[in-house]
C-alpha cells in the first residue's frame, strides 16, 4: 500500500485522509472497544501515511498517528465535558507502542540493523503477544502501590481497585530480593471460557455481547465495580520490568525473578541465539496458537541483554530493540447455506451469509457479511459454496474467497433484491455509493425497528430493552417513534410475552433514568446519518443545544471539529424533514435533555462568542488549551474561516491553516499573548524527565 510517487497536492490530500481514518480507528479500538477495521488494514495504512511523511516531512503533523501512541483517554471533549471516573497519574517511564511486520524477512532486517549497531552476540527473548488491554503496575515494599492503563502513553487512568481484583494480580509479593519500588508491565485478558460465559450473560440480559476477549477485557478493565470486576474472569500476564538500578543483565533473568515474586510471567517464551530458531518459534506458535485457552496475535522479538537495549534507544513512538511479528488472520473453510438480506436503520441492505457453524479464533461463526453486490460479483460466491472466513483483525466474520475446486453442481447463483426484503420499496443507489439503500425511512419496518433499537442502545439512551422487546413492541403496534416509548403504561408491558410485575417496572425505571442522560447522547440516539458519538459529542458541545443545531447552516456545522461536507449535509438534511423535527418536539415533551450543561466553572468571559482553531504545540496539551478557551466564553473550531476570532498558534502550527488565516486576515495569536489575554500565568514547561520504554 506504499504509495507511488505523488505531487505534493495529492500527497497531502491523501495525508490528511489517512490522518483522520486513523485517529478514528484508534478511538474505537482504545476508547469504544469496538473496532472496525481489521489489524492489518490498520497497519498498512499506517505504513502508507508513514511513506508519505518520509517523502513530504512537512506534511507530518505533530499529532499523526506515526508520532503518537494510541490512547485509551477519551479526549475529544474539554474536561468539564467529559465523564470520567477514574483518577489520571503521569507514568513514570512513557509506555510506547511496538513496530508490527506481517513479513519475516523484516524480522531478519530488525536483527540486522540491531547487530550493525551493537554488534554480534546478542540473544532474543521470543514471547506471545497477547491480545489484550496494556496495564502497568507498580510495587512499593513489595505491595501493589498503583495500577496504570497504557492512557495516551504519557499518563493513563488509575485503576488499582480493579487491578485488585484480578486472580492472578497479587496485592503482596513472595519470596526476597524485590526493589523497594519498580514497575511491570503487561496485558489483561480474557480466557475464551470467561468470554463465553459473559456474553451468554448479556444476552440472556438483552445485552450486546462483546466482539472478541480484546473488546471484552478492556471493558472490563474499566467498570466502577471491582466486584463485577471481579465477576468477569479477567487474568494478567506480564513482560517488562522497570525500576532505578535493577540488578539484571538480562530481560530473561529480570522475568525469572518477577515469577520467583509470584507475579503472572508467561512461561511460554524462548531465548534463541539465531533469526533461524526465531522464525521456528513463529511457525511453530502460529499453529499450536489454536490451542491455547486465550487469544493472541503474534510473537514479540526482544534484544535480550539489558545494556544493549539501552543502547539501540527508542524512536519517538517504538523502541528500536523489539519488535512484533503478527499473525495473519485465522481462517476456515466452511459452507454457504443461504443469504439474508438486512436492511439496516439507515435503509442499507447488507447481504449476510449463513454458514455451517466453524470454529474460528475461539469462537463458533455460523454468519459472515458479504458486504455489498459489488463484493458479492468480485467473489464470485454461489449458495453451496464452500467458502474461506476469517475475522477482521479477529473480530468480524467475513467471507474473502472460495474454494473453487470444491464447488459442484447443485450451487446457485444469488439474486440482490431490486426490491426492500422487507417492505418492497424499490431499492435505490446512488452514486458512488457501494451500498443499496431502500428510501421509505418511514414506513419500512426494519429501518423504524433499527432506528428504535439504535435509540436504547447503551451508549444512546441506555434503557433496559433488546432487539427481542423492540419487535414485540413494534408488532402489538405499541411503539413507532422513540417518544411512543416514554408513553408506554405497565399494562401495556404486561402484554408482552414473558413479561411480569418485575420487568415492567425495570424498564419503566430505567426510562425514568433516560431522562437524565446528557445531551450529546441523545443527539446521538437520534440517529442521524454518519454522526456517531464522538462527532455527536463535539456538535453538542459546539452548538450548546438542538435548536441552534437544527437552525444551523452547512457553512456553521462545518466549523465542529470532525465534522466535513458529508456530515454537514447529513445534519441538514436530516432536521430539513418535518418528521425529524417533530420526534425532536416530542421527546422535548417527554423530558429528554435538549442542551448542554454549563461547564462546573466558568473563569472569564474574555473569549466570550469567539471562534477558535488550535493548531501547533503548547507548553501544555491541546486538550487543556482547549478547556481554557471553553471556561473562558470562547468556542473550538477545527477549521479556519472568515468567522473564526483568531488562530491560537503553538509552535510548528499547519502550515494550511497559518497560510488561510493570512488570505483572511485573521488574527493569529501566540501562546504567551493568549494566556495574557485570558489573565492566566503562564504554565511552565513540562517535564522531561523519565527514560524512554517499552509498553
Request: one cysteine or more; aromatic letters at 8%.
Amino acid at each position: 500500500m506504499n504509495p507511488v510517487r505523488m505531487d505534493f497536492k495529492t500527497a497531502s490530500e491523501r495525508a490528511l485522509e489517512l490522518n483522520a481514518l486513523l485517529k478514528e480507528a484508534n478511538r474505537l479500538y482504545y476508547v469504544e472497544n469496538a473496532p472496525q477495521m481489521s489489524d492489518f488494514d490498520y497497519d498498512m495504512f499506517m505504513k502508507e501515511l508513514a511513506a508519505i511523511e518520509a517523502e513530504y516531512p512537512v506534511l507530518m503533523a505533530p499529532d499523526s498517528p506515526t508520532q503518537k501512541v494510541g490512547s485509551d483517554l477519551d479526549e475529544s471533549l474539554s474536561k468539564s465535558l467529559r465523564n470520567s471516573e477514574f483518577r489520571q497519574f503521569e507514568h513514570r517511564y512513557p509506555m510506547l507502542s511496538l513496530g508490527n511486520t506481517y513479513n519475516i524477512g523484516e524480522v531478519a532486517d530488525f536483527a540486522a540493523r540491531a547487530a550493525r549497531d551493537i554488534g554480534p552476540g546478542f540473544t532474543y527473548s521470543c514471547e506471545l503477544k497477547f491480545d489484550g488491554t496494556a496495564i502497568c503496575l507498580t510495587y512499593r515494599q513489595g505491595r501493589l502501590y498503583r495500577a496504570l492503563t497504557r492512557g495516551d502513553g504519557t499518563k493513563g487512568d488509575d485503576v488499582t481497585a480493579n487491578a485488585l481484583r484480578i486472580k492472578n494480580i497479587p496485592q503482596r509479593l513472595i519470596g526476597s530480593g524485590w526493589p523497594e519500588e519498580f514497575e511491570i508491565r503487561g496485558e489483561i485478558y480474557m480466557p475464551y471460557d470467561d468470554f463465553d460465559r459473559l456474553n451468554a450473560e448479556r444476552l440472556e440480559a438483552e445485552e450486546l455481547p462483546f466482539a472478541n476477549p480484546r473488546n471484552a477485557a478492556s471493558g472490563s478493565l474499566k467498570l466502577l465495580d471491582p466486584d463485577e470486576v471481579a465477576h468477569r474472569g479477567l487474568e494478567c500476564t506480564l513482560y517488562h520490568m522497570l525500576g532505578e538500578n535493577l540488578p539484571f543483565n538480562t530481560h530473561k533473568e529480570a522475568l525469572d525473578a518477577a515469577r520467583s515474586w509470584g507475579l503472572p510471567v508467561s512461561d511460554k517464551s524462548r531465548i534463541c541465539t539465531s533469526i533461524e530458531e526465531v522464525e521456528d518459534f513463529i511457525t511453530s506458535w502460529d499453529s499450536d496458537r489454536k490451542y491455547l485457552p486465550f487469544a493472541t496475535d503474534g510473537i514479540v522479538i526482544k534484544v535480550n541483554e539489558l545494556p544493549y537495549q539501552q543502547e539501540l534507544g527508542y524512536t519517538s513512538k517504538f523502541p528500536r530493540w523489539a519488535v512484533a511479528y503478527k499473525f495473519k488472520a485465522e481462517q476456515a473453510l466452511t459452507q454457504l447455506i443461504s443469504i439474508d438480506y438486512q436492511v439496516g436503520r439507515t435503509g442499507a441492505v447488507t447481504p449476510v451469509a449463513n454458514l455451517e457453524p466453524v470454529q474460528l479464533s475461539g469462537t463458533v461463526v455460523k454468519r459472515a457479511s458479504l458486504h455489498n453486490l459489488d463484493q458479492m460479483d468480485l467473489l464470485d460466491v454461489r449458495i453451496g459454496d464452500f467458502v474461506y472466513v476469517e475475522k477482521g483483525g479477529e473480530i468480524i466474520p467475513k467471507i474473502t474467497g472460495i474454494e473453487e475446486s470444491r464447488r459442484g453442481l447443485g450451487v446457485t447463483r444469488p439474486v440482490f433484491p431490486s426490491v426492500c426484503p422487507d417492505c418492497g420499496t424499490p431499492l435505490l443507489r446512488d452514486e458512488g455509493e457501494a451500498k443499496h439503500f431502500c428510501p421509505n425511512s418511514t414506513g419500512c419496518p426494519m429501518q423504524i425497528k433499527g432506528r428504535l433499537i439504535h435509540f436504547i442502545s447503551r451508549k444512546a439512551m441506555n434503557v433496559l430493552a433488546g432487539d427481542a422487546t423492540i419487535d414485540q413492541m413494534y408488532n402489538l403496534s405499541l411503539v413507532r417513534y422513540p417518544s411512543d416509548l416514554y408513553r408506554l403504561t405497565k399494562e401495556q408491558l404486561l402484554l408482552l410475552d414473558g413479561w411480569k410485575e418485575r420487568s415492567a417496572e425495570r424498564f419503566l425505571q430505567s426510562l425514568t433514568e433516560s431522562r437524565q442522560v446528557s445531551f450529546d447522547h441523545v443527539l446521538f440516539a437520534l440517529g442521524i446519518r454518519y454522526v456517531g458519538e464522538t462527532t455527536a459529542k463535539a456538535i453538542a458541545a459546539h452548538f450548546g443545544n438542538i435548536d441552534a443545531i437544527m437552525s444551523a447552516t452547512r457553512e456553521q456545522l462545518l466549523e465542529v471539529d470532525t465534522v466535513g461536507e458529508v456530515i454537514a449535509d447529513s445534519v441538514t438534511d436530516f432536521f430539513s424533514k418535518d418528521i425529524n423535527r417533530e420526534i425532536v418536539a416530542s421527546l422535548k415533551e417527554a423530558g429528554l435533555r435538549f442542551e448542554m450543561e454549563a461547564p462546573a466553572s466558568k473563569a472569564s468571559d474574555a473569549l466570550a462568542g469567539a471562534s477558535v482553531v488550535v493548531s501547533g504545540n503548547f507548553s501544555i496539551s491541546r486538550e487543556e488549551m482547549k478547556d481554557l478557551i471553553v471556561v473562558n466564553g470562547g468556542r473550538n473550531s477545527s477549521s479556519v474561516s472568515a468567522k473564526t476570532g483568531f488562530l491560537l498558534a503553538g509552535s510548528k502550527p499547519g502550515p494550511e491553516k497559518v497560510k488561510k488565516a493570512e488570505s483572511l486576515g485573521v488574527r493569529i495569536v501566540g501562546e504567551d499573548d493568549f494566556f495574557e489575554m485570558i489573565g492566566h500565568e503562564s504554565p511552565a514547561p513540562a517535564s522531561e524527565e523519565g527514560q524512554m520504554t517499552l509498553f
